[in-house]
């Protein structure tokens, strides 16, 4: 079935420098990709939306110069978190969305830990 | 806006125990409805779905039927084991707005030997 993979699953990174995350379909293509923002014990924020050779669509309050997104490929979108800050750390989730099914489904990737220092 | 209110948790439960979590929906149109559940450390797993009104899924012994009259969705397992312990999420997504699934805060379930 629908498989997506996300690299690191955990990082740990110094104040100030950027971190980036990938997000890969494995066997299918994904024209759309989603990424998440998960705080502990609470659920899933959706922060951006990535079609394949387009610009993302962040969502009211994420800073798009902050959290750059790039779907180049429909089988990879990657997520950078520019100069990251404590307030930063969080588990992040990418879903993508199979262009070649009819039915409205996210396969969700297995999600990467960020701490900053 | 679309919604989705979960019960919360913790839950906890004695193995073999019957399982129910509420979760109820706003939506505009006609929703899509799932539930995912996430293992400690995991990402979020599709536990089942349903598409259209009285739909029922099923999968690894839960069910969940799509109730349009009272615009609910909830998850019921017969008979809970310790490998259920994980957090259940109930999630809607709106036909026509591909792009936004809307999830509940998720409840955790204790499953006890």
């Known amino acids: 079935g629908a498989v997506v993979s996300q690299h690191p699953s955990w990082v740990i990174c110094k104040s100030g420098t950027s971190v980036k995350i990938e997000c890969r379909s494995l066997?299918?293509?994904?024209?759309?990709m989603f990424w998440y923002r998960q705080f502990p014990k609470q659920s899933l924020m959706l922060m951006a939306t990535?079609?394949?050779?387009?610009?993302?669509?962040?969502e009211q309050g994420v800073e798009k110069d902050k959290f750059l997104i790039n779907h180049a490929s429909l089988t990879l979108s990657t997520l950078t978190v520019t100069s990251a800050h404590p307030e930063d750390s969080s588990f992040y989730i990418c879903?993508?969305?199979?262009?070649?099914?009819?039915?409205?489904?996210?396969?969700f990737g297995p999600g990467t830990r960020l701490t900053v220092l | 806006g679309d919604s989705v209110t979960q019960m919360e948790g913790p839950v906890t439960l004695s193995e073999e125990a019957f399982l129910t979590i509420n979760c109820t929906y706003t939506?505009?149109?006609?929703?899509?409805l799932f539930w995912y559940v996430q293992y400690p450390g995991e990402g979020l797993q599709l536990l089942l779905k349903?598409?259209?009104?009285?739909d029922k899924g099923s999968n690894k012994g839960f069910e969940a039927t799509y109730r349009k009259e009272t615009t609910s969705f909830h998850l019921e397992k017969g008979s809970v084991q310790v490998s259920d312990s994980a957090v259940y999420f109930c999630?809607?997504?709106?036909?026509?707005?591909?792009?936004?699934?809307?999830f509940g805060s998720g409840t955790k379930l204790n499953v006890k030997p």
């Open positions: 879903s993508a969305r199979d262009g070649q099914l009819a039915v409205n489904e996210q396969f």
């Open positions: 066997d299918f293509q994904a024209t759309t």
């Open positions: 990535s079609n394949e050779g387009s610009k993302a669509t962040y």
């Open positions: 939506a505009t149109g006609y929703p899509s």
């Open positions: 349903a598409t259209k009104a009285d």
């Open positions: 999630a809607l997504s709106d036909r026509y707005n591909f792009n936004k699934f809307y």
